[in-house]
């Protein structure tokens, strides 16, 4: 069983950056491909980035590329989302997710375990 928390979200101001880590409880981390997803207030959840759990491979949304970048630490058993040039857009819950061995999905049907999200507001 894999428990994810996730935590640095807050309340920002456009241009800021922040960065979101996800910790995980479950064994073998370095063996799930680990992914962030988001979801705005009354909108559907959208893929933002993954990364590989051997290759360390990383794959992202057009919206966030060049300003997020998706990161790991195999030894602390945790991911990081590193956010700079926050636009209001980017205000969302944003969850992290965990599967085994499974390349870089981009939907979040293809992942088993998910955290509780932590709120992120991007004012302007």
């Known amino acids: 069983q894999v428990q994810l928390v996730e935590s640095g979200g807050g309340l920002v101001q456009a241009g800021d950056s922040l960065r979101l880590s996800c910790a995980s409880s479950g064994s073998s981390f370095s063996l799930y491909t680990m992914g962030w997803f988001r979801r705005a207030a009354g909108k559907e959840q959208l893929f933002v980035a993954a990364?590989?759990?051997?290759?360390?491979?990383?794959a992202y949304a057009d919206s966030v590329k060049g300003r997020f970048t998706i990161s790991r630490d195999n030894a602390k058993n945790t991911v990081y989302l590193q956010m700079n040039n926050l636009k209001p857009e980017d205000t969302a819950v944003y969850f992290c997710?965990?599967?085994?061995?499974?390349?870089?999905?981009?939907?979040?049907?293809?992942?088993?375990?998910w955290g509780q999200g932590t709120q992120v507001t991007v004012s302007s």
């Open positions: 990364i590989g759990g051997i290759t360390s491979n990383t």
């Open positions: 997710a965990a599967q085994f061995m499974s390349g870089l999905p981009l939907n979040s049907y293809e992942y088993r375990y």
